[in-house]
């Protein structure tokens, strides 16, 4: 049984169809820069967002129809959801789905009968990939919803939540396993504190880290040959979350001996909330070795918190895309973690929603591409260094120069001159050149 039948398989139609259910950039096989721009933009349909989330807020209920026809909070409607996600991502050429464990099926009274749901849904979804190109790029368990998570979960006080989370991190393992998944994220919602006048921040991360050992271990004793990720983000829900950034979040993972398992996936909402562009976050990343995955969306700037919107910022697609072009591109994919406008109701919505998340990476990517051939950024970039390419700035580079030598060429010349202007305006304009010209 059809649950979109009114809406039809979305196709290519290039940049001049005014047809609202058709991709204007995105071309799933046309190759670009060497790949398919399917094979650069892995996307991701995001379980919660797209199949659970009905458009609830602070101050209203859900306006959005997410029961597929089925009674929320049975196993018809998890599997419902089931149905519903893969018309969906075959209707729209996604190949790729991002879950929570409590996203798939509603919790039981005990662990146990959690678990038991979790295996008759993975079964279902299992059986449904078959036949297929849909496959799993990551899972994650939920340890920030329930009130048991209040203080965190790694993070909590509390010996038996401490457990507890580890429970469901386990059984999330193995579902992430079971559907292939290549991938297995943190995202540290409520690891972090509301006031340092109850809590012991090393004693709180040490244990986050423990949890992530025994995870790495248990995941690599079953078969599990993906990454791990952690999902930096710096606050919301708590006021001070521990994985602020990918700084912050790699710097972690080393001190704690976990960054040979792990990479980040990072969110473009988070990156801005902590200050940050999300390019920042993407480039911090890569040069650390650690670009695992993205969550593709978009904050407001105008709003201080998570609005998890649809990409629609061409220049941010765009300078995202330079990032990971420049990395050589994701081990993991494009997760849309993101969400319609709670005005934005209807079944269609839920399609236009992602025709504009990738369409505008879509164009991102290709306008990527033309700034890379276009060759005049990356040339000023080379350029602006040019002055380390002497023998004495090579000398430094290889880490073999003294700072008495440094000092002596200093005294020597009398004073510096000044560095050579910066050109940000010039380099600005080359953007919108590309862009628009
Ligand atoms: C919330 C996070 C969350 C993670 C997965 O802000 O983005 O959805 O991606 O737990
Ligand atoms: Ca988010
Ligand atoms: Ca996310």
């Known amino acids: 049984m059809s649950i979109f039948n009114n809406l039809p398989q979305v196709k290519y139609e290039g940049p001049k169809s005014r047809n609202p259910l058709a991709f204007k950039y995105y071309d799933a096989e046309r190759v670009i820069a060497g790949k398919k721009m399917k094979d650069h933009l892995k996307f991701a349909m ?3 967002h797209n199949l659970c989330a009905s458009g609830t807020d602070m101050f209203g209920s859900g306006t959005a129809d997410k029961t597929f026809g089925a009674e929320p909070g049975t196993m018809e409607h998890a599997k419902a959801k089931v149905d519903a996600g893969f018309e969906f991502m075959q209707k729209l050429g996604i190949e790729y789905f991002c879950f929570h464990d409590v996203d798939l099926v509603p919790e039981g009274e005990t662990l146990e009968e959690t678990n038991r749901r979790l295996d008759d849904i993975t079964d ?20 920030f919803s329930n009130p048991r998570y209040m203080n965190g979960a790694g993070s909590s006080n509390s010996l038996d939540v401490y457990c507890h989370a580890a429970a469901q991190i386990k059984k999330a393992i193995e579902c992430t396993v079971k559907l292939g998944g290549t991938g ?9 504190y509301e006031t340092l006048l109850n809590t012991d921040v090393k004693f709180e991360q040490e244990n986050i880290a423990s949890l992530m050992h025994m995870a790495v271990k248990y995941a690599r004793s079953i078969g599990f040959t993906g990454d791990f990720y952690i999902e930096p983000k710096p606050k919301e829900p708590m006021k001070h979350q521990y994985d602020f950034d990918a700084a912050t979040s790699i710097a972690f993972l080393r001190q704690y001996g976990l960054d040979k398992d792990f990479k980040l996936n990072i969110e473009a909402n988070h990156a801005t909330l902590a200050g ?4 920042h976050d993407l480039r911090i990343a890569a040069i650390n070795g650690m670009l695992g995955s993205v969550d593709a969306n978009q904050g407001d700037y105008l709003l201080g918190w998570d609005t998890d919107q649809f990409p629609s910022d061409v220049y941010e697609t765009t300078l995202a895309m330079c990032e990971i072009l420049k990395s050589g591109g994701l081990t993991g994919g494009l997760n849309f973690d ?6 934005s109701y209807t079944h269609e919505d839920m399609f236009l929603g992602f025709i504009l998340g990738m369409d505008s990476f879509a164009l991102g990517l290709i306008k990527a591409v033309e700034l890379q051939e276009d060759g005049r950024i990356d040339q000023f970039v080379k350029e602006r260094y040019a002055s380390f390419d002497s023998e004495l700035g090579q000398k430094i580079r290889a880490g073999q120069a003294s700072l008495e030598e440094l000092a002596d060429k200093a005294v020597k010349k009398g004073s510096a001159p000044l560095p050579g202007s910066g050109k940000q305006e010039y380099l600005e304009s080359v953007v919108n050149q590309v862009l628009f010209g």
């Open 124 to 143: 279902y979804i299992k059986a449904k990939m078959a036949g297929t190109s849909i496959k799993c790029l990551w899972g994650t368990a939920n340890l």
């Open 276 to 279: 940050h562009t999300f390019q």
């Open 46 to 48: 995001a379980w919660w």
């Open 184 to 192: 297995y994220v943190f995202w540290g919602g409520r690891e972090g």
């Open 338 to 343: 993101a969400k319609n406008r709670r005005p």
